[in-house]
């Protein structure tokens, strides 16, 4: 079905914001734009599921609610360069508001498609020398879901790990933990990936959102906030001779090592884990925001932001967005990129000369 979008009939720095709403398969109707204030879309990085938010002007109380657990689709962009879907959500209780002087209003709230309830049902079970990827297969087709697993990740061996009274959603999410790494149910799909791997669903690199000061808005990063390591380091015990053996990686700061306490059961878990910390390690070294004068609606959580040189030593270099906002009001089309550090330790550090 061909789309039906709505233009602003303002120009936004020479170009015409764009949306479409979609609920349940079919485009909303016409009355439905005049009545928006705003739409927002927050895409978050890791575990935390995505948010719709529309607003509405509803005066004279004509407005359909959409039926419980609709499915609402938002397309955003430009008139002059095509729209592209954020995103695909299910409908929670929407809020109806208003008072005698300001009016009535009603907020709509939806969530990204997220079986996560399936998932919570407390149970026993024990995996034995079973690879990551085996692990959640067996869990997602119990639940009708498929698997999408990183595959570095994925080839991990697990000697044994026993779920006892816990959740499966919660059983996955301190297994991928332990690797640095999040879960997150998208749809019939059951995503494990690495933290701020840059990468989709399915695996594919996200394109990167390059910035420059003439693209903003505003901008605010904080570098360098909290002690810096050089080296993560974990330990594991060497079953044909009895000694403590260590595996090491790399964060690619300055500083001192970062030591594991306890052993793990296997070199292979033992240099998953220094891997893991090394990178969990380098997160957060930098922090902030850019809000861009001109949405962009390709931009995506997990993506690498590529500050350009024409920002400060502490701000240009690569950083990775930790979720990212999308706004359509009436001003137009913007988008916010929250960053943190890319997990190569490489965020706001000083250019060349």
Same mark, same amino acid.
């Given at each position: 079905?061909? %789309?039906?979008?709505?233009?602003?009939?303002?120009?936004?720095?020479?170009?015409?914001?764009?949306?479409?709403?979609?609920?349940?398969?079919?485009?909303?109707?016409?009355? *439905?734009?005049?009545?928006?204030?705003?739409?927002?879309?927050?895409?978050?990085?890791?575990?935390?599921?995505?948010?719709?938010? =529309?607003?509405?002007?509803?005066?004279?109380?004509?407005?359909?609610?959409?039926?419980?657990?609709?499915?609402?689709?938002?397309?955003?962009?430009?008139?002059?360069?095509? =729209?592209?879907?954020?995103?695909?959500?299910?409908?929670?209780?929407?809020?109806?508001?208003?008072?005698?002087?300001?009016?009535? *209003?009603?907020?709509?709230?939806?969530?990204?498609?997220?079986?996560?309830?399936?998932?919570?049902?407390?149970?026993?079970? /024990?995996?034995?020398?079973?690879?990551?990827?085996?692990?959640?297969?067996?869990?997602?087709?119990?639940?009708?879901?498929?698997?999408?697993?990183?595959?570095?990740?994925?080839? =991990?061996?697990?000697?044994?790990?026993?779920?006892?009274?816990?959740?499966?959603?919660? *059983?996955?999410?301190?297994?991928?933990?332990?690797?640095?790494?999040?879960?997150?149910?998208?749809?019939?799909? %059951?995503?494990?990936?690495?933290?701020?791997?840059?990468?989709?669903?399915?695996? #594919?690199?996200?394109?990167?959102?390059? =910035?420059? #000061?003439?693209?903003?808005?505003?901008?605010?990063?904080?570098?360098?906030?909290?002690?810096?390591?050089?080296?993560?380091?974990?330990?594991?015990?060497?079953?044909?001779?009895?000694?403590?053996?260590?595996?090491?990686?790399?964060?690619?700061?300055?500083?001192?090592?970062?030591?594991?306490?306890?052993?793990?059961?296997?070199?292979?878990?033992?240099?998953?884990?220094?891997?893991?910390?090394?990178?969990?390690?380098?997160?957060?070294?930098?922090?902030? /925001?850019?809000?861009?004068?001109?949405?962009?609606?390709?931009?995506?959580?997990?993506?690498?932001?590529?500050?350009?040189?024409?920002?400060?030593?502490?701000?240009?270099?690569? /950083?990775?967005?930790?979720?990212?906002? /999308?706004?359509?009001?009436?001003?137009? *089309?913007?988008? #916010?990129?929250?960053? #943190?550090?890319?997990?190569?330790?490489?965020?706001?550090?000083?250019?060349?000369?």
């Amino acid at each position: 079905m061909e %789309l039906m979008p709505f233009d602003l009939e303002t120009p936004q720095l020479g170009f015409t914001p764009r949306i479409s709403v979609e609920v349940n398969g079919r485009e909303v109707a016409a009355g *439905f734009y005049g009545r928006l204030i705003k739409a927002t879309i927050r895409d978050e990085g890791g575990q935390t599921s995505d948010q719709l938010t =529309i607003e509405l002007d509803d005066a004279d109380n004509a407005i359909e609610l959409p039926p419980e657990k609709a499915t609402i689709e938002v397309w955003m962009g430009w008139k002059e360069t095509g =729209i592209v879907l954020i995103g695909t959500y299910e409908m929670q209780q929407p809020t109806l508001k208003g008072s005698t002087s300001a009016g009535e *209003f009603i907020t709509i709230q939806a969530s990204a498609a997220d079986l996560k309830s399936k998932l919570k049902g407390k149970g026993r079970e /024990h995996f034995e020398e079973k690879t990551v990827k085996e692990i959640a297969d067996a869990i997602a087709k119990r639940n009708g879901m498929t698997a999408v697993v990183d595959a570095e990740l994925g080839k =991990i061996k697990i000697p044994y790990r026993a779920r006892v009274d816990s959740s499966e959603i919660d *059983f996955l999410t301190t297994l991928a933990d332990e690797h640095d790494a999040v879960v997150k149910p998208m749809g019939d799909k %059951l995503v494990v990936t690495k933290r701020g791997s840059g990468k989709s669903a399915a695996g #594919k690199a996200l394109p990167p959102i390059k =910035i420059e #000061k003439s693209d903003c808005e505003d901008w605010e990063i904080a570098p360098e906030g909290r002690s810096q390591y050089g080296k993560a380091k974990a330990s594991w015990i060497d079953q044909k001779t009895g000694k403590r053996k260590t595996e090491e990686a790399e964060t690619g700061l300055k500083g001192p090592d970062f030591t594991v306490r306890d052993p793990l059961p296997t070199q292979e878990l033992a240099k998953a884990k220094a891997q893991a910390e090394a990178k969990r390690l380098t997160r957060n070294t930098s922090s902030g /925001h850019f809000s861009l004068a001109l949405g962009r609606p390709d931009a995506q959580a997990e993506a690498d932001v590529i500050a350009g040189p024409s920002f400060r030593d502490g701000i240009a270099g690569t /950083h990775r967005a930790d979720a990212v906002e /999308h706004t359509f009001d009436e001003n137009g *089309f913007m988008t #916010k990129v929250e960053i #943190k550090a890319k997990e190569d330790g490489s965020s706001g550090k000083k250019k060349e000369k």
